[in-house]
């Protein structure tokens, strides 16, 4: 391997670590015992030879000269191991203060990071001007909001139907609520300016959701009474905003011939799995340029009275007469620049 080379670290698992620290506390554990036993060991030896070296002159031969001095060379080397073995004295600093010197030293490094940071310059504010808290909205709490009101008007779409009799409202509301049997209640029959029946449920007791719900019984009902002998039950639908959905280039069966109404609902349930579509469409209408007859394609706008149905074409586009036709939301243009044309409204 070259010098230049930094050999690869040897990988260490835990357990080694902790093995080599417990080793290591029982070699100091043990140091220690032999390290008082030792010291015990050389005062006594120390003492021995003290004693020798002390009454040499008692003993009846004496010593030899080089006994002596082995004896005075162990005393000498026995100290010199208790110096080592034993700790070293601890020295009291001298109490007398030092000389101060007039001239300030230089701060040391750690002087520096341990002095507190000097304070910024204080900066002038200028008065800001007091915010405005917004005011509170104030609504009585026991009125209802606009949208959370059910709708009370149910209308009843006879733009298909042949009407051959116009009862008076107070007849028409008489038969509905007898055959309504208390449950539900209606006010007031009324007709809008395109023919259809509107019919006012008495709130808050009712409302047209319920009115729609018990359809099959209204229109049994009114059917006679308003001269129409066609079973088909037409379109009932709240009163309520509808979403328009405007269709771009839907192609025509027949070259300047546009369809019914009828016709164009019954088309948009057959090609898009839309059931029940007489009470989810709630207005056609087909969006024709002034003095222009339409040849092959035709704009049209649909009022779905369900926003989830106009969401599902505004994103998946609709099929109509075998093509597939974009969506795109309705925005009211001004009165001369399209007219219209057919409709429930």
């Given at each position: 391997?070259?010098?230049?080379?930094?050999?690869?670290?040897?990988?260490?698992?835990?357990?080694?670590?902790?093995?080599?620290?417990?080793?290591?506390?029982?070699?100091?554990?043990?140091?220690?015992?032999m390290l008082a036993k030792l010291h015990k060991e050389i005062s006594a030896l120390k003492n021995t030879a003290q004693y020798f070296r002390e009454n040499a002159d008692a003993w009846p031969n004496g010593f030899q000269p080089d006994t002596l001095e082995s004896i005075t060379f162990v005393?000498?080397?026995?100290?010199?191991?208790?110096?080592?073995?034993?700790?070293?004295?601890?020295?009291?600093?001298?109490?007398?203060?030092?000389?101060?010197?007039?001239?300030?030293?230089?701060?040391?490094?750690?002087?520096?990071?341990?002095?507190?940071?000097?304070?910024?310059?204080?900066?002038?504010?200028?008065?800001?001007?007091?915010?405005?808290?917004?005011?509170?909205?104030?609504?009585?709490?026991?009125?209802?909001?606009?949208?959370?009101?059910?709708?009370?008007?149910?209308?009843?779409?006879?733009?298909?139907?042949?009407?051959?009799?116009?009862?008076?409202?107070?007849?028409?509301?008489?038969?509905?609520?007898?055959?309504?049997?208390?449950?539900?209640?209606?006010?007031?029959?009324?007709?809008?300016?395109?023919?259809?029946?509107?019919?006012?449920?008495?709130?808050?007791?009712?409302?047209?959701?319920?009115?729609?719900?018990?359809?099959?019984?209204?229109?049994?009902?009114?059917?006679?009474?308003?001269?129409?002998?066609?079973?088909?039950?037409?379109?009932?639908?709240?009163?309520?905003?509808?979403?328009?959905?405007?269709?771009?280039?839907?192609?025509?069966?027949?070259?300047?011939?546009?369809?019914?109404?009828?016709?164009?609902?019954?088309?948009?349930?057959?090609?898009?799995?839309?059931?029940?579509?007489?009470?989810?469409?709630?207005?056609?209408?087909?969006?024709?340029?002034?003095?222009?007859?339409?040849?092959?394609?035709?704009?049209?706008?649909?009022?779905?009275?369900?926003?989830?149905?106009?969401?599902?074409?505004?994103?998946?586009?609709?099929?109509?007469?075998?093509?597939?036709?974009?969506?795109?939301?309705?925005?009211?243009?001004?009165?001369?620049?399209?007219?219209?044309?057919?409709?429930?409204?």
């Amino acid at each position: 391997m070259d010098a230049d080379q930094t050999p690869a670290p040897i990988p260490v698992h835990t357990y080694e670590i902790d093995e080599a620290r417990e080793n290591a506390i029982q070699a100091g554990a043990l140091a220690g015992l032999m390290l008082a036993k030792l010291h015990k060991e050389i005062s006594a030896l120390k003492n021995t030879a003290q004693y020798f070296r002390e009454n040499a002159d008692a003993w009846p031969n004496g010593f030899q000269p080089d006994t002596l001095e082995s004896i005075t060379f162990v005393i000498s080397a026995v100290d010199e191991i208790r110096d080592l073995m034993l700790c070293r004295q601890y020295h009291a600093p001298d109490p007398r203060p030092a000389a101060v010197s007039d001239t300030p030293s230089a701060p040391t490094f750690a002087e520096v990071v341990k002095a507190p940071p000097e304070p910024a310059e204080a900066r002038p504010q200028q008065p800001s001007k007091p915010r405005r808290q917004p005011a509170a909205v104030r609504r009585d709490a026991t009125k209802p909001s606009r949208r959370s009101l059910p709708s009370t008007r149910l209308i009843v779409d006879l733009s298909g139907c042949h009407q051959t009799k116009k009862p008076h409202p107070a007849s028409l509301c008489s038969a509905l609520n007898d055959a309504l049997g208390g449950r539900l209640a209606v006010s007031a029959a009324s007709t809008s300016r395109s023919g259809n029946l509107i019919l006012h449920a008495s709130a808050p007791a009712c409302s047209a959701q319920a009115l729609a719900a018990h359809r099959s019984l209204v229109w049994s009902t009114i059917s006679p009474l308003l001269g129409i002998t066609d079973p088909a039950e037409p379109p009932m639908y709240p009163a309520d905003p509808w979403h328009k959905v405007v269709f771009h280039r839907v192609p025509l069966m027949q070259p300047g011939a546009l369809p019914s109404d009828r016709d164009f609902v019954r088309e948009v349930a057959k090609r898009n799995q839309l059931p029940g579509t007489q009470y989810r469409i709630g207005n056609v209408r087909f969006l024709l340029e002034r003095d222009k007859v339409p040849r092959e394609e035709v704009t049209v706008r649909v009022d779905f009275i369900e926003q989830e149905d106009a969401r599902r074409f505004l994103r998946d586009g609709i099929f109509l007469f075998g093509s597939h036709c974009r969506a795109t939301r309705y925005k009211p243009r001004s009165s001369n620049g399209r007219r219209t044309s057919g409709g429930h409204g």
